[in-house]
């Protein structure tokens, strides 16, 4: 076993008690009406390297924004589990496993569980396969996990425990007697799967160009129209609208609470400005209908970016195909300004119009026949509660012929705003 020294774990107990004393939380305005019966959170990449670090105290701040979060629901008032899908640590050091022990023992109240799956991806950096055992000893519970909490069923699946595979077939195997199992308990129910990797060409970030996906549970997966499957890795944005998939099961993307990255055009793993200050993790809580509200937290603003509810795990409302087929085009508004200054074009952001975020902006220079050149694009700030209302794109002017460009805002399916001109002279 790979074991956290008693000394280490002293100095470790003393940081988190040290942090818990500077992390200010507060509760997001909710601003709607449902009476949960079991309350919990999900995140992923959390990322932890070392004591101290800032992957550690954005840990324990969304415990804390989780705890005020339900101490400020009207009745139910407990947050019954925190969750984390992978990528706990960077490293996989073994100091990095005490200081999230550390953190959660510091914040959690004692009628919470911490669940978390161990990735064969940073989890395993240093320790290899000695990550799920250095993990069990400092949490003392399994890195496969099957929890029942007020009658609904958790499963979560870490790495295989095998040296060469990623994913065992004892896993497969196991997972689907513990699926068996949920739905004999109660087949109207919800259960709830955790793993680090999507699902492959699932959620944004799980396409084969993308390449953060796994097929390995696929084909057990979608036997079971009730389950609500949690993933992350790609650190692709929570609140984008591709970002939830339904199919034959459901299934959500986390974020990351370290960083984001995106895919676009032929593009993928960008980084834009700003790409390190994201933190991001979903609250979601079942009422006594089975009925499922998912909230989307940015946890550097403690601000909701979005919001789904199912009437039922079985409900099929946020399909791809429904959602591109209720899309529509950004547009900006009737007073809204456009100036080049040097070698910024600066205008007025665009605004949704079906409740979807403004994904990207795109530059073109047209030309006397209306042909349009795209001259410079860039991403909008969707992924934080609260994007610029500014935007400001550098172009390269020595790229630029024509006399007119244009500006368009655009969504993740691709539809586009009416354009913004400005003129242009060489």
Known sequence: ????????????????????????????????????????????????????????????KMIKVGNKIAEKSKKYKRLDAVIIAGDVTDRGRKIAYGSIKSAISAVKKKDTQFLATISHSHDDHNLGKGSLECYMSVMGQETDFHRVINGFHFIGLSASKNEGEHYGEYQKIWLKEQLDQAVADDASKPVFVFQHEHISNTVYGSSDFEGWGIPDFAPILKEYPQIIDFSGHSHYPINDARSVWQGEYT??????????????????????????????????????????????????SQKYLCEYVLNSPFERKYTPEQRKLKSNAPRFADNATVKLIGNKVIFDAAESTDGMPVFIYRVFAVDTKGERRQIARQLSGYFRAEPEKKIRIKIDKSLISEEYCEVVAENCYGLQSKPLFFRYFN
């Open 1 to 60: 076993m790979n074991r956290v020294s008693p000394a280490l774990m002293k100095l470790l107990n003393g940081y988190g008690r040290l942090q818990s004393l500077v992390v200010h939380p507060k509760a997001p305005k909710d601003t709607g009406d449902f009476e949960p019966i079991v309350r919990f959170i999900v995140a992923s990449d959390s990322h932890i390297t070392t004591i101290g670090d800032i992957q550690t105290t954005r840990v324990e």
């Open 251 to 300: 299934a959500f993307g986390t974020g990351g609470l370290y960083f984001a990255e995106f895919t676009f055009d032929d593009e993928r793993t960008v980084h834009p400005k700003g790409w390190r200050f994201v933190s991001t993790f979903w609250v979601v809580e079942i009422d006594k209908d089975n009925r499922i509200r998912l909230r989307a937290v940015d946890l550097l």
